[in-house]
Structure formats: C-alpha cells, structure tokens
C-alpha cells in the first residue's frame, strides 16, 4: 500500500504531522477523522525510486491480455451477484500487476464517490482504451453491463492473439538476421586484421590481392576506424525517425510506405482493415452510436490513412449519405469487403457482418504469415551463409592463389 505524509490538527488545536499507510487518499483522510484529526494536507509520500521506476516506459505498461481477463472476472463477479465496489475491489487485490491494481483502486474511490464506472475508468486512459470505455459505457446505459466486458474481453483476446502470431512468426527471422549480422561483423572486425600482415606481404611482393579480398580489407578497416561513427549515426537516425514519427505528417509518410511495402505491406493493410471492421461491430453490436463508434474505430486502426478514411465516412454519415461510399472511394477498402457493407448497410446487419469481415481477413492474415516465414527462414540462412562466405573467401582466397602460383 502506499503511504501518505500528513499535516493535520487535533480537537485541541495541536499541529500534528506523520506518514499514515493506506489505499488510497480517501481511506487515509478516513484514517485521519477516526483519529479525531482534522487534515490539512495529505499528499503521497511514496519512495522516490518507486516514483522512477513506475515513469519508466515499459513500467506502466498494462497488456491487453489482462485487461481482458479483469473485463472477464468483473463479469462473473457480477453476474454472480457480487456488488460493483466489492467486486472491483477483489480484482484490485487479486491482481499481481502494479499499474493494473493501482488503476483499479482509483476506479474503485471514484466510483465510491459518486462517479461513473465510465467515468472513474476514463481517468485511467493508458490502462483502459477508449473502447474498453465506450463499451462500458453502452453497457451501462443498456443495462447488459456484464455482457459488454464479456465481449470487450473477447476482442481484446483476440487483438492480442493476433498480435501474438505476427510477432511469433517473425521472431525467428529476426533472431536469425541479428545472430548473422553480428557473427559476420565479428569476423570482419576481429578475424580479418589477423591475416594483414600476410595481405601486406602480399602486395609487396607484387603477387597483388583479389578483388574480393580488397573489398573485404576496405570494409574491415572502414568499421575498425569508422565503427563508432557509424554507431552514432545509427543512433541518431533512431532518434530522428522517433521524433519524425511522432508528427502527424511522419505518421502518414509511415503508413503509406508500410502499405507499399513487399510482402509484409498487404499483411499491414489486411490487419489495419480487419481491426476497424471488427471495433466497429463491437461497438454497434453493444449500442455505441455510429458516429462514435466510427470515430473509436477509425483511431483503433493503427494506420493513419485509414483512420482518415473513417472520419471523411463519418461525416458522410453527418450529411446524411451512405457509410460505404467514401469507404469505397478510398480504395483501401477491398471490393468483396465494400460488396459486404453496402448489403449489410441496406438489411440493416452491419454488426454482425462487420465481425464476420474481420474474422475471415484474420484467418487469411494467419496464412499469409505462414507462407511468409516459410519463406523468409531459408532466405535468412542463405544471406547470412553468403555473408559468412564472402569473409571466408575474401580471407582465403589470396592462399589459394599463392598455392597456385608456387606449384
């Protein structure tokens, strides 16, 4: 629990001053009245090094996954009659997450006071998405509060899922590319410059040395003398790249080239079009309206380009047209996908469809990435067998031919 410093005053008038440990503010003020104190501030005294370590990036970071299954355990609470405050929290308690349970011990004192449960999780918006919010939302105001996080978990799980199985089927390529580069690195940079005294001699000698060996040479000693340039460059690109794709415009530049790219960019436009239609039928399946479901959806999308197409539809929805014509306009939308929305739009069933879409380009997405580690894995081996080689030929090469000319 965390701790709270306080300055507060007895019945006598006294100025009293301490560290009291609770939950949460409330509960400490509610510490300080049963002492007959009357507080005058109480602010969180908690460790300077804790304070850090929760402000470092990955140290706030909640995942998906157990977000969903708190959505799933708050459900068969309260479907089982346990109340909301008692409910939220056993969660808070029962979580092994830091930033998780201190969300749910905030939601819990707001809720307490009055507020929302939409509300209170709002003030939380880097654990809770805005679709997580407006689900609950639309829960509470259809009263199918336990149904709407059932399928609030369900999407996310399956978000994650899909996230899970991209990154999984990359991982190994990407192992593979980094154990290369740096075995191949190794021996230009440490194996090479053994053998330049025998290079030398070489050359003195008039015997001259291939071309693959000079070109070998050229790059073992470019990254001996030049390695730490090169390192800062590489960091400084990082570090312009990061702050380029922090603006607006360096975000569309991204997206349009991920969409261009070989291969991988038809993966990053199924799964971009796949996440809007599948928030989309979430949230009009749990009573969202259109337009703010549209606007949910549209930033959900992980791609900037589409999410502009999402807000040009919706205020073609605005003026009172059709959802599917800027949609299909934009041609980011495939043919088969806008056939489905026009005739879902007429029989009044974009719900339902919209989850369907979004299922089928999931599986299709699923067996793209298959056949592209399939072909990726023997790629890697024989790029990094090339590069292995290129330093054992570049190396060996000049003996061969000393051998040669000898016999």
Request: charged fraction near 20%; aromatic fraction near 6%.
């Amino acid at each position: 629990m965390p701790d709270f410093a306080y300055v507060a005053k007895s019945v006598s008038g006294e100025r009293s001053e301490g560290v009291i440990v609770a939950a949460s503010r409330r509960e400490a003020l509610q510490q300080l009245r049963r002492k007959s104190l009357f507080p005058l501030t109480v602010t969180d005294a908690t460790p300077a090094a804790k304070q850090l370590n929760l402000q470092l990036p990955w140290a706030g970071r909640v995942s998906k996954e157990a977000v969903a299954d708190m959505c799933t355990q708050l459900a068969d609470l309260l479907t089982n009659g346990v109340p909301l405050l008692e409910a939220i929290s056993t969660l808070a308690d029962a979580t092994v997450q830091p930033r998780l349970q201190e969300a749910l011990r905030s939601v819990h004192d707001k809720v307490a006071e009055g507020a929302n449960l939409d509300d209170a999780m709002a003030i939380e918006g880097d654990v809770f998405s805005e679709l997580t919010i407006s689900m609950v939302r639309a829960g509470l105001e259809g009263a199918f509060l336990e149904e709407a996080l059932e399928r609030t978990a369900g999407f996310l799980k399956k978000q994650d899922e899909l996230r899970a199985k991209i990154v999984g089927s990359l991982t190994y390529p990407i192992i593979l590319a980094i154990v290369g580069s740096t075995i191949t690195a190794g021996l230009i940079v440490f194996l090479v410059p053994k053998f330049q005294p025998f290079f030398d001699r070489l050359t003195q000698s008039g015997a001259g040395l291939p071309l693959v060996t000079v070109i070998l040479l050229a790059i073992s000693h470019g990254l001996m003398k030049y390695g730490w340039i090169l390192a800062i460059g590489i960091a400084a690109a990082v570090f312009g790249a990061r702050r380029g794709l922090a603006s607006e415009r360096g975000r569309t530049w991204f997206d349009r080239v991920k969409l261009k790219l070989p291969l991988f960019g038809q993966i990053f436009h199924d799964a971009a079009v796949s996440r809007l239609c599948r928030v989309l039928g979430t949230l009009l399946r749990n009573g969202v309206p259109l337009l703010k479901s549209l606007r949910i959806s549209g930033e959900s999308t992980g791609n900037s380009l589409l999410a502009q197409v999402v807000s040009a539809s919706a205020d073609n929805v605005t003026a009172g047209d059709s959802l599917s014509k800027p949609l299909s306009s934009s041609g980011l939308i495939p043919a088969q996908v806008m056939a489905m929305i026009r005739i879902a739009e007429e029989s009044n069933t974009l719900d339902q469809v919209l989850v369907r879409i979004a299922d089928r380009m999931d599986q299709r997405t699923e067996r793209k990435l298959e056949v592209m580690v399939r072909m990726i894995e023997p790629l890697m081996l024989v790029l990094i067998g090339g590069m292995v080689m290129f330093v054992i030929v570049g190396v060996l090469l000049p003996v061969f031919d000393l051998n040669s000319s000898v016999g």
